[in-house]
């Protein structure tokens, strides 16, 4: 028998020949009336101490274990208790039965509180720092690390505030061992001695973690400290860079998203969704610091008026590399998104490669991600040469797995819309896959592309790729009827009662090679198919072409299919205007213009009497949709930085991205979105309501 002493209460465990262990409960010496814990081999006992500390002191020897876990799971048999290792091994057990932790990962070391570990000494040891009540990070982050952590070979380490006294932490001296300290600390202040065990982590250069609360982990929110302890009030501006202003109180939850174009930081690598709803309020940041990097936004309401603000950064603070998230709600651990930018940035802290980076100097790529997320589901591809990029491409992120797409309609209902607008499923698998561009005509009729051939052109072989992967084609293909026949289709979508819903389909063109964009007018069918911009002649309308299509524009490139040609609309003038986008090139001719060559990013327009081209304005990013406001301004998407959308005034040369100079300018926002991918492919329309 051996006891377990605490000031309030003491732990009775009796060690029986028979694979049993009994635990009693005792406060103040005097037997409780609860229920026993008896833990026998392959028996789950449900009842568990809970957000208790014990001090185990042994021949003079002290453990402790943090019991803030709500389960009991891992059994053992009574004779591997032997020999000189009794002692060391009942009180491991006691950890696994009150943990509720892994056996492989559970043992118990003197002096220190490493109650979860992979006993691994070269892995990286994580050091978790938990002194708040409000989100129950005792309870999650314990279950974070032996999830997410522990099999991806991270060593975790657990020290928790003393109950008794808020502002101690018990075996906070674990610090000076680990590489990493996640911090999850609310208004507490420390002695001198245990507030210098945390400055001296940093200034050794090492990282830090913080989610939640501890925006405010050592500061008070009003009065002094106690006598003997001490407040670090800047540790906000000073280490995370950012300020706190405090809570928004709203109950509704809030909106996560990615910052724009952070999914290219490391720690988005292998984030497939990237946006999910949290039961947290907002925090109010502010002042981010100039080396801080935004990675999460959280958008919510107040008083009816749109706020946004960061919720997830990085910051360089000396040498020590500092991710922090106000994000941190018991139930964000639910969220795949929020743990998997968790763990990538312990992973960015500790300067390791993301899953799928290559490791330097290896061959091999780092294999931290779990395995069903590396699998290559069969028919993923729609051609070998597609399946071959995919398998090989030594790029970052996830190959896929073999879960199934979801469905329109649950598709529908992860998308999160503002508040004064609704949204409307209008057509889905099976009538329409991978739409890339829709148009109205004058009957209020919804033309699409369905963009199946994407991304290899039919007929054409890739000779080489340059340095900027742009593919080398062996041939011009030829334009229709005697083309390479592909897989793309230009539908047309009615709604024949009014209802809103499109009920009626009709596939008026089969067999396209890269068909990008379909406009209806001038008494036939347009479509840009590059290298072409074809003219299918239907002059009753029936939706049925009158004869072969005519090419009125050649010369459009197709070194990367994704950049080419796209986006034709009318223009109010008369003229069909058009997109092209960043990593291809062209050489336009018509009846009338000749020779007329750009690269990449620009805005063309064409006019289909007079026969002539021309370019009327260049530059952006990855230059995708068109748009005409009622003035006859003309607006482009864009992946260039922070801007979603550029205004193009008639010859203008703007910046391009990657290559030259100039002076882009900042228009008004305008979104098309259509979805395809890993959820069934939906068309869905956005409206005020």
Not at 55 to 84: A, I, P
Not at 295 to 315: F, K, S
Not at 545 to 571: C, I, M, Q, R
Request: proline share 6%; net charge neutral; hydrophobic share 35%.
């Amino acid at each position: 028998m051996y006891s377990v002493t605490e000031p309030d209460r003491s732990l009775q465990i009796v060690l029986h020949r028979s694979p049993v262990v009994s635990f009693r409960r005792f406060c103040g010496g005097i037997l409780h009336s609860g229920p026993a814990f008896d833990i026998v081999e392959g028996t789950e006992v449900s009842e568990t101490a809970k957000n208790t500390q014990h001090t185990v002191s042994v021949d003079g020897d002290h453990y402790r274990m943090d019991c803030s876990m709500k389960r009991v799971f891992d059994l053992f048999g009574g004779e591997r208790v032997v020999g000189n290792q009794v002692i060391r091994q009942v009180f491991r057990f006691a950890a696994i039965a009150f943990v509720g932790l892994n056996p492989a990962f559970v043992e118990l070391v003197v002096a220190d509180d490493e109650v979860l570990a992979n006993k691994t000494s070269a892995a990286p040891h994580v050091v978790f720092v938990i002194g708040e009540r409000g989100y129950r990070t005792s309870e999650t982050l314990p279950l974070f690390a032996e999830k997410e952590l522990v099999p991806l070979g991270f060593r975790c380490s657990f020290v928790t505030a003393d109950p008794n006294n808020p502002n101690h932490f018990p075996g906070l001296e674990l610090v000076q061992q680990a590489d990493i300290v996640f911090l999850s600390v609310r208004r507490r202040t420390l002695t001198n001695k245990q507030l210098g065990i945390i400055r001296s982590h940093l200034q050794a250069g090492k990282p830090l973690i913080g989610i939640r609360t501890s925006s405010h982990a050592f500061a008070l929110s009003k009065g002094e400290p106690p006598a003997g302890y001490v407040s670090w009030q800047n540790f906000d501006r000073e280490v995370l860079g950012g300020r706190y202003e405090g809570d928004l109180g709203n109950k509704g939850g809030t909106n996560v998203t990615t910052q724009l174009r952070a999914e290219q930081h490391p720690i988005m690598t292998g984030i497939r969704r990237k946006s999910f709803h949290s039961q947290a309020t907002l925090y109010q940041s502010s002042e981010l610091g100039p080396k801080t990097s935004v990675i999460l936004r959280g958008i919510t309401r107040v008083d009816g008026q749109p706020v946004e603000m960061p919720i997830a950064w990085t910051n360089q603070f000396g040498q020590s590399r500092i991710f922090y998230t106000s994000l941190g709600h018991a139930t964000d651990f639910d969220q795949p998104t929020f743990t998997g930018t968790l763990v990538n940035a312990v992973r960015w802290c500790l300067k390791l490669p993301m899953v799928g980076q290559t490791v330097a100097g290896s061959g091999r790529t780092a294999d931290m991600s779990p395995p069903a997320r590396n699998k290559y589901k069969a028919g993923l591809a729609d051609s070998k040469e597609v399946e071959k990029v995919i398998r090989e491409f030594a790029g970052r992120g996830e190959v896929g797995d073999d879960s199934e797409p979801t469905s329109p309609a649950d598709a529908l209902a992860l998308f999160q819309v503002h508040e004064d607008f609704e949204i409307d499923l209008i057509a889905s698998e099976p009538t329409i896959a991978q739409p890339l561009f829709m148009s109205w005509d004058h009957r209020g009729r919804m033309w699409v592309v369905q963009y199946r051939q994407y991304p290899f052109p039919a007929g054409l072989k890739v000779v080489r790729y340059d340095q900027y992967l742009r593919a080398v084609f062996d041939k011009v293909p030829p334009p229709p009827p005697n083309h390479f026949v592909g897989k793309d289709i230009i539908t047309v979508l009615e709604d024949t009662n009014g209802d809103g819903a499109y009920d009626k389909s009709k596939d008026v063109i089969t067999g396209l090679n890269i068909a990008t964009s379909v406009v209806v007018g001038r008494g036939g069918i347009w479509v840009l198919n590059p290298p072409y911009l074809l003219f299918y002649p239907d002059a009753d309308g029936d939706d049925v072409p009158d004869g072969d299509p005519e090419v009125h524009l050649s010369g459009f490139g197709l070194e990367d299919t994704h950049s080419v040609a796209n986006s034709l609309s009318w223009g109010p003038d008369g003229w069909l205007y058009g997109a092209n986008g960043s990593t291809t090139t062209a050489t336009i001719n018509s009846e009338v213009t000749r020779n007329v060559h750009f690269k990449g990013q620009c805005i063309w327009r064409y006019h289909p009497v007079t026969k002539v081209f021309e370019v009327y304005a260049e530059g952006g990013g990855n230059t995708f949709s068109l748009e005409l406001d009622s003035k006859g301004r003309v607006f482009s998407g864009t992946n260039n930085g922070s801007t979603r959308g550029m205004h193009y005034a008639q010859g203008g040369y703007a910046k391009k991205t990657g290559a030259n100079t100039g002076h882009s300018q900042i228009p008004t926002r305008l979104v098309i979105t259509s979805t395809c991918g890993m959820t069934a492919t939906t068309i869905a329309l956005l409206r005020r309501s």
